[in-house]
């Protein structure tokens, strides 16, 4: 086995010195009932050759695709160079949570840095390390809101939000017997401000909205912490693509007292939806009530600057059964890869970034329209991601566009949500810096054949 | 190490005007401004504007200042450091792998749905148990999803059950999450043996008597949902009762789950679902080395028994086999199975941390059935040289037979003043990482080795001279000790001022701004 430093000379001196005679002598302490007898019913130890043709082959029946025109909650996005090399480092990706600070000073500073910028892009005061992922920030914030927000017991969430992270909070409020989630519909798209007006009482602990929700709309953000905050209760956005952050004002700046999300955008690919870059960010006040790890500054014994894990307070290692959530990591090494990505991209490059995202969205979005089976659902403002109606065969349609190297959008029908008899036939479409003018141009010359053959 | 003295923050570098990153020129016609005025963004705060080859040598400075696995031993009992294989890199990185989308139809998807299944049969087979889920992002997030699991059972049968054990030996989060799904804990006391006390403990310093595993299953009974027991425990001992627990909490109609933390210890050894073991996780990133990344991403499968099979979290990979002639290999279709009507829900946005499974497959598939277990028994010879190596030299409180890691104490160099951080800062001198401190909470001044079975001999006797050489340090120049580290690029940190009043963020200073 190529990874065990393993001889017969040494490892007869090693069970020498420990006093027994073979390697099976060390498991005195297991009862000989559970000790197995043979080997584990699966294949022996494979050459690097062959596991790496066999994984390769594997890949390989996955459908590649020469553009993507989907996001719905994972988005392919420009990657430098400089970042996979950066975290191909053994220093960062081989270490562990910086516990030892003196010699973990580099993880520390860096995460320091995440948290600041992660702190201007979302308009709050502090942000942890980082969360598991878009899903589980809002259910940790959402968690959070009600701690903070005693003897509040409701939590209203808009159908907007991305079906899987909706079905997420659900998971993780079922053992809360005392918590009550309930869901605001939407309205031409976006959330209906009378429902979440006439839902917001004095029992409600926090509203999460998406900004921009699932169907790529921008909410009015301003006008939800309104009424929110009238009813005594915090505003919890809800980003599921970072990117628009670049385009978007930042929610804590427009209403949002907790602003969370999923920030894989930065720096990572979809790799099948994981890992990824849960965020949290909230005002001052909560900063004791955050789950997950936090970096603070500090100094040394010789007073120079230096960064420690800090508010241990309130994690599972010291409270046990009180902590204020079980999460004892953080994404750690897709946090860095995100620092990395954003510090190349500075403000210039975030802001050019955001701007090409919403003008590819909205170039394929009037050229899809220039077609006769393509119609408007709702007209609100979007960044990256429209829903578009298909009057056609869509089945048939798509085959076609994966057949020539696309992948469509998401078919909303498709989805478990309460919206889904509204978006029958429709189809969430996704544009990034990614999609070149051409790209977009074969699509509509398919669709375009397409539908000549089937008139 | 001392590359220069320090490293500023990125922020105090950025000067207006540069960039590290370019776009092509836009192809279409810029984007119409549809956003309503007040929420176009304004400005991007401290976000610095630097070029590449300053962001380049700004990460690698800091990345000088941190320990990695590929410098020397890094014994973080608990933690499992053992070699992180670069095929398992390479094979993650496949563009058929990583450029796959979450959102896609299960026809595009073949590979990834295979490498699910594929994964979850292996995870079977090691756990001995009937179904895997790798949904879960990390070992807490597995551990929820267990408990969520027993809750699931248990409200399915009608029951309304309250509590959880939890030995005292566990680690922080098996409390914290029993917390979470809505449960009571019950604390459970270790005896001298460092396994589950059977019997009532008294207290030596306090004469509090504390409740043994006979008397509290006496007293709750019915209203007992289920255990959470390590195995091997933090102590690295394996729970030689394990049975007599199992089948005492199943008579009482409650379940077992098993934290599976320290299952390098039992791969290819034993199996928890031999034991009676209801449900568990594994971690990943120690048993299946994928590389914790300075502190995640990780992953937490959870295996559990056919009762609990129909509770997993949704959706689930199915396999259907394709029909086909004779003399031809059959073809195998897989697909999400999202009709799961007794599912606790999704635990993930999506289906896990799955560039962290590709990695775990390559490693269960380099290593297969025979690698698997050389690697277990390995990882206990390792851990054994070093306990018959440092025994004298360090205070060896529970004497049970080690499995995968030993558990010391300071106790010896406490009589000169030397405490278990003072070891643990002055092994950062002599090079290495120093082990798990003050954990288990049941040995104080715990001092937790773990080698994993990639080190070698001379590695492993580095390092057992360096702690023998901190052993006399401490007995002829304790001050000495309580200076280190002095070698590292910092000394050491002052953590409560850092906590009392948080700096949590860079602010420029008001001439800077």
């Known amino acids: 086995m190529r990874y065990l430093p393993s001889s017969p000379y040494e490892d007869q001196q090693l069970l020498t010195a420990i006093g027994v005679k073979k390697a099976e002598d060390c498991l005195s302490g297991v009862p000989s009932k559970f000790l197995l007898k043979s080997l584990l019913n699966l294949p022996r130890q494979s050459s690097e050759l062959e596991v790496l043709r066999e994984m390769k082959q594997m890949s390989q029946k996955n459908t590649s695709f020469t553009s993507r025109f989907l996001g719905a909650g994972a988005y392919a996005h420009f990657i430098p160079t400089a970042v996979d090399m950066q975290v191909g480092r053994q220093e960062w990706f081989t270490s562990y949570t910086p516990y030892q600070p003196e010699i973990s000073q580099g993880t520390l500073q860096h995460i320091f840095e995440y948290q600041t910028i992660m702190c201007d892009l979302t308009g709050t005061d502090v942000s942890n390390a980082s969360l598991y992922d878009g899903g589980t920030a809002c259910l940790e914030s959402a968690l959070m809101a009600v701690r903070v927000q005693k003897k509040r017991n409701t939590v209203l969430v808009s159908e907007g939000l991305h079906p899987y992270y909706y079905e997420v909070l659900k998971s993780g409020f079922a053992s809360h017997e005392e918590l009550k989630l309930i869901s605001i519909p939407l309205d031409k798209g976006i959330t209906n401000l009378t429902d979440l007006k006439n839902r917001c009482d004095d029992t409600v602990a926090a509203v999460l909205i998406g900004y921009p929700n699932f169907l790529g709309n921008v909410e009015d953000l301003t006008a939800c912490g309104e009424i929110t905050h009238a009813a005594g209760a915090l505003l919890i956005s809800v980003t599921q693509e970072a990117m628009s952050l670049g385009w978007l004002a930042a929610p804590g700046s427009v209403g949002a007292d907790i602003a969370c999300g999923e920030a894989m955008s930065f720096g990572n690919r979809t790799s099948f939806g994981g890992p990824f870059l849960g965020f949290i960010g909230v005002r001052d006040a909560y900063k004791r009530e955050l789950p997950g790890r936090v970096v603070g500054e500090t100094k040394d014994l010789e007073g120079r600057t230096g960064y420690v894990l800090t508010l241990t307070a309130r994690e599972q290692h010291i409270r046990r059964d009180k902590a204020t959530s079980n999460i004892c990591s953080n994404q750690g090494l897709i946090a860095l890869r995100a620092n990395i990505w954003l510090q190349l991209a500075g403000p210039h490059g975030l802001r050019g970034i955001a701007e090409q995202n919403a003008a590819k969205a909205q170039y394929l979005r009037s050229r899809l329209l220039e077609l006769p089976c393509w119609e408007v659902v709702d007209e609100a403002p979007f960044f990256n991601e429209f829903v578009l109606r298909y009057n056609g065969d869509w089945t048939e349609m798509k085959k076609q566009l994966v057949r020539g190297g696309i992948l469509p959008g998401l078919e909303l029908d498709t989805l478990d949500a309460p919206w889904r008899n509204q978006y029958r036939k429709s189809i969430l479409w996704c544009a990034t810096e990614l999609n070149t003018r051409h790209q977009i141009e074969h699509l509509i010359e398919i669709m375009a054949r397409f539908a000549v053959v089937h008139s | ?513």
């Open chain 2, 1 to 513: 190490m001392k590359l220069r003295s320090r490293e500023p923050l990125i922020f105090q570098r950025s000067v207006e005007g540069k960039a590290g990153m370019d776009l092509p020129k836009l192809d279409v016609p810029p984007a119409e401004d549809t956003r309503p005025s007040h929420l176009r963004r304004k400005d991007f705060g401290v976000l610095p504007s630097c070029s590449e080859p300053e962001i380049i040598r700004h990460f690698t400075r800091l990345s000088l200042w941190n320990y990695g696995m590929d410098q020397g031993m890094y014994p973080l009992g608990s933690c499992t450091m053992k070699h992180n294989p670069r095929l398992n890199e390479a094979t993650s990185a496949l563009p058929g792998f990583s450029e796959s989308h979450p959102m896609a139809s299960d026809e595009y998807i073949q590979g990834d749905l295979e490498l699910i299944y594929t994964l979850q049969e292996w995870l079977k087979e090691v756990t001995g148990l009937y179904a895997v889920t790798l949904q879960p992002s990390a070992g807490a997030a597995g551990e929820l999803t267990g408990v969520l699991l027993i809750r699931a059972y248990h409200l399915s049968r009608g029951h309304h059950k309250k509590y959880i054990l939890v030995p005292d030996s566990a680690h922080g989060t098996n409390p914290a999450t029993a917390t979470m799904a809505g449960f009571q804990v019950i604390d459970l006391p270790s005896g001298p043996d460092g396994c589950v006390s059977f019997e009532d403990i008294t207290d030596q310093t306090s004469g509090k008597v504390k409740r043994g595993f006979n008397s509290v299953i006496q007293e709750y009974g019915q209203d007992i949902a289920g255990l959470m027991i390590t195995n091997p425990n933090t102590l690295g001992i394996f729970e030689s009762r394990i049975g007599d627990i199992c089948s005492e909490i199943h008579r009482v109609g409650g379940l077992v789950y098993m934290d599976g933390a320290n299952m390098n210890a039992l791969v290819g050894v034993a199996r928890p679902g031999d034991f009676g073991i209801d449900v568990m996780h594994m971690n990943l990133h120690k048993t299946m080395s994928t590389p914790h990344g300075g502190g995640g991403p990780g992953a937490g499968p959870v295996a559990c028994s056919k009762d609990l099979e129909p509770f997993l979290p949704r959706p689930i990979v199915a396999r259907k086999t394709k029909k086909v002639g004779e003399g031809e290999v059959p073809e195998h279709l897989y697909y999400w199975d999202w009709n799961r009507p007794e599912s606790i829900g999704k635990v993930h946005t999506f289906f896990g941390n799955f560039g962290m499974l590709v990695r775990a497959l390559t490693y269960c598939m380099s290593h297969g059935s025979d690698g698997l277990r050389e690697a277990t028994l390995r990882a206990i010879v390792n851990a054994n040289y070093i306990r018959s190596q440092l025994m004298g030299f360090y205070h060896l409180s529970i004497t049970s037979p080690t499995m995968h890691e030993v558990v010391f104490n300071d106790s010896i160099q406490a009589k000169n003043g030397v405490h278990t951080l003072d070891i643990a800062k002055r092994l950062i001198d002599y090079g290495f990482h120093p082990p798990t401190v003050y954990f288990p909470m049941v040995v104080s001044g715990a001092l937790m080795i773990e080698p994993t079975e990639t080190e070698s001999k001379e590695e492993l006797d580095t390092f057992i001279d360096a702690m023998k050489s901190i052993a006399r340090e401490a007995l002829e120049t304790p001050e000495l000790i309580h200076q280190a580290p002095t070698t590292a690029p910092l000394r050491r940190l002052d953590e409560t001022a850092a906590a009392r009043k948080p700096i949590l963020r860079w602010l420029p200073t008001p001439a800077q701004s």
